[in-house]
């Protein structure tokens, strides 16, 4: 069972960043294509991100390119750097593979934008 664990998030102002991190400790995700998910408040999760293998990365046009996604797999861990977040990125992020199998879902990490 792989374990899914997100870090980084918190309360930031309209226009400032923030960086979140995902580890699956125990498991590897190296060879896996995986994305960031957020679920906003009364809404359903949707991705944000996603990252192959090898680095290719795409995301979803609300992003408008102000989210990085990244991963470092010496140390098994995907990135997201948010830049200039909105309001309406308040959400739970996730990650997890990009798959029509996915893992189970880690706690998230809480991402508030609010002034």
């Known amino acids: 069972q792989v374990q899914l664990v997100e870090s980084g998030g918190g309360l930031v102002q309209p226009g400032g960043s923030l960086r979140l991190s995902c580890s699956a400790p125990?498991?590897?995700?190296?060879?896996?294509?995986m994305g960031w998910y957020r679920q906003p408040p009364g809404k359903q999760a949707e991705l944000v991100e996603r990252?192959?293998?090898?680095?290719?990365?795409n995301y979803v046009d609300f992003v408008e390119g102000r989210f990085t996604i990244s991963r470092d797999n010496a140390k098994n861990t995907v990135y997201l750097q948010m830049n200039s977040l909105k309001t309406e990125d308040t959400a739970v992020y996730y990650c997890?593979?990009?798959?029509?199998?996915?893992?189970?879902w880690g706690q998230g990490t809480q991402v508030t934008v609010s002034s």
């Open positions: 997890n593979r990009v798959s029509s199998s996915l893992y189970g």
């Open positions: 125990g498991s590897t995700i190296v060879i896996l294509v």
């Open positions: 990252i192959s293998s090898r680095g290719i990365t």
